[in-house]
């Protein structure tokens, strides 16, 4: 399975930052397995934003929960991350990833979102 991410890598603060994972190898249909998005910001570890199931049923960190969303669209064989009213603070690498339950088997490469006016 591979994992790519896609989207502006600048965001003015206040809006929305948008980024795709396009999945290749694999279907996101497929049971059992657990589409997520999470991030880095510089100097820190690694946060889980949240992920979005087989079923279709997204779950979120209690951190993001309030301006997040996560959506599918299954024809694509992609899922998507829309991050509401961002801030400097949301600046990070932002990674999808793939697995099992409690697992992230598969690696998206990362993409680098700045959030600057």
């Known amino acids: 399975v591979q994992l790519q991410e896609s989207g502006p890598g600048l965001v003015k603060p206040a809006q929305t930052l948008s980024l795709t994972c396009t999945v290749s190898?694999?279907?996101?249909?497929?049971?059992?397995?657990?589409w997520s998005w999470i991030r880095q910001p510089p100097g820190k570890g690694l946060e889980w934003i949240g992920y979005i199931a087989y079923s279709g049923n997204a779950y979120y960190s209690p951190s993001f929960k309030s301006r997040t969303s996560i959506s599918r669209d299954t024809s694509k064989n992609q899922f998507t991350l829309q991050l509401n009213s961002v801030t400097p603070e949301d600046t990070a690498v932002y990674y999808c990833?793939?697995?099992?339950?409690?697992?992230?088997?598969?690696w998206g490469q990362g993409t680098q979102v700045t959030v600057s006016s």
């Open positions: 990833a793939a697995g099992g339950p409690g697992s992230y088997d598969f």
């Open positions: 190898g694999g279907s996101i249909t497929t049971n059992y397995y657990f």
